[in-house]
């Protein structure tokens, strides 16, 4: 079983529109991570939220930490052909680090 | 800077031989090390990682197993491959629990 629950599985889209990606668990955790993915190559960090309640913001990427640290999401405003990729969450305790399953993003031109 | 190197990149076995993958970390000391398989477009599935020399963590009961001989060296082995250890094998390190890096993965095909 996926210790970390992503939803949706798969996501597509058209280029402008916003999409959120989410992350859930029922364990808490000390850092939760997004990472990027494209074919055969590995995930890319994104960004890691530490604090409950935290929100970063990258340009156009907003992530959010949920208060009791335990889920997380990433929404994307006006999606380009670029955002196409595997989004991860991983959560961090004692070292271990554990990913979800994944959405796969796709932006249509 | 630092640098983490996974070989091979693809790898054709027949079942029931022998798997040895490695992976190496240049440009950091005592890194945590991790060893991950990957289904097509799908999360990845922790198998081992490693907080020092000789220090292993087994997270799934499976086919493989994984040593660490040296502080910057990971490796992934098997002495009889199954046709269900196929998959994308990724390497990573990282520092106390810190952002991890990535190799660019062992694509191994078990005919």
């Known amino acids: 079983t996926q210790l970390l629950e992503q939803s949706p599985q798969f996501l597509s889209i058209q280029e402008g529109e916003n999409l959120t990606v989410y992350c859930n668990s029922s364990?808490?955790?000390?850092?939760l991570q997004w990472y990027r993915q494209e074919p055969g190559e590995g995930p890319v960090l994104l960004v890691t939220?530490?604090?409950?309640?935290e929100v970063k913001k990258l340009k156009r990427l907003t992530f959010q930490f949920g208060d009791a640290r335990k889920d997380s999401s990433l929404h994307i405003t006006a999606a380009q052909p670029g955002d196409t990729g595997l989004y991860l969450c991983?959560?961090?305790?004692?070292?271990?680090?554990?990913f979800g399953a994944g959405t796969t993003v796709t932006v249509r031109a | 800077s630092q640098t983490i190197h996974q070989w091979p990149a693809t790898l054709v076995q027949p079942v029931g031989s022998p798997l040895s993958l490695e992976c190496t970390v240049e440009?950091?000391?005592?890194?945590?090390l991790y060893w991950y398989r990957q289904a097509a477009g799908r999360g990845l599935q922790l198998l081992f990682y490693?907080?020092?020399?000789?220090?292993i963590s087994s997270e799934v009961p499976q086919n493989l197993s994984a040593s660490r001989p040296q502080d910057r060296q990971f490796i992934l082995s098997s002495k009889k491959l199954l046709l269900s250890d196929s998959g994308f094998y990724l390497c990573?390190?990282?520092?106390?629990?810190?952002?991890?890096?990535f190799g660019q993965g062992t694509r191994l095909t078990v005919v």
């Open positions: 364990s808490v955790f000390s850092s």
């Open positions: 490693s907080v020092g020399i000789g220090q």
């Open positions: 939220v530490v604090t409950g309640g």
């Open positions: 991983a959560g961090s305790n004692d070292y271990k680090l554990s």
């Open positions: 990573a390190w990282n520092s106390r629990a810190t952002e991890a890096f």
């Open positions: 440009g950091t000391s005592n890194p945590n």
